[in-house]
């Protein structure tokens, strides 16, 4: 089975400090994808990585970058919280060849005070 | 990129009753995506539809896309209480970029 592991499920972070959400994938995955969901307004694509170092903007970049400096893992930074990014973050992945079939993490719930 | 719209956003039920959720687009689409978030839990993917007019079945749940490509639905018949949960369509575009409709949650009442 594919396993994708977030590494917090719960964080709690202050306004203003800097924020690192990794995710690790297990099946050699090309492709990793990080979403944010909000009640009401389903999964918003934050950013996704077709490859190492490779990385495209989703529907929702702002105040987020992302690193994949190896296929298994692609991470999440905050430069600089917010409390309008109080969310949950969920980080997905697929086969480049099967891209459609997104295989997700459990999710990290994100409070910024 | 395509946009696709869910109906209805909220739909209660009787166990046994059917369910069925709406995914709708003003354009053409090359493919749609159908997930399962339960409550508490991840989406989970179920079933790709790519071919105008195709018809899928898993056990009690019916995956249709619409001739014109422009639609598709999930119909759950006879509705259990494990069938709780949101249940998301996805149109995937280049390398698995997919846009996700904002979800129908399903409350079943025993």
């Known amino acids: 089975d594919v396993k994708v592991t977030q590494s917090s499920r719960y964080l709690v972070k202050r306004t203003g400090e800097k924020v690192f959400l990794e995710c690790v994938q297990d099946?050699?995955?090309?492709?990793m994808f990080w979403y944010r969901q909000d009640p009401g307004l389903g999964l918003r694509l934050i950013y996704f990585s077709y490859d190492v170092k490779m990385k495209e903007k989703g529907d929702i970049p702002e105040g987020y970058s992302v690193s994949r400096e190896k296929k298994e893992r692609f991470s999440l930074i905050l430069e600089s919280a917010s409390t309008n990014q109080t969310s949950m973050y969920l980080c997905?992945?697929?086969?480049?060849?099967?891209?459609?079939?997104?295989?997700f993490g459990p999710g990290t719930r994100l409070t910024v005070t | 990129g395509q946009q696709v719209m869910q109906i209805p956003q909220y739909q209660h039920v009787q166990e046994g009753e059917d369910f069925t959720t709406y995914c709708n687009s003003s354009?053409?689409?090359?493919?749609i995506q159908w997930y399962k978030q339960r409550p508490g839990g991840h989406p989970v993917f179920l079933i790709q539809?790519?071919?105008?007019?195709e018809v899928k079945k898993q056990k009690r749940l019916t995956f249709q896309f619409g001739e014109a490509k422009k639609n598709s639905s999930l119909h759950i018949t006879a509705t259990q209480t494990t069938d709780v949960g949101t249940y998301f369509c996805?149109?995937?575009?280049?390398?698995?970029?997919?846009?996700f409709g904002d979800g129908t949650t399903l409350t079943v009442k025993p």
């Open positions: 099946m050699d995955h090309e492709n």
């Open positions: 539809l790519v071919k105008s007019g």
């Open positions: 997905a992945s697929s086969l480049m060849g099967r891209a459609y079939e997104q295989y």
């Open positions: 354009t053409t689409l090359s493919n």
């Open positions: 996805a149109v995937s575009a280049n390398a698995g970029k997919s846009t």
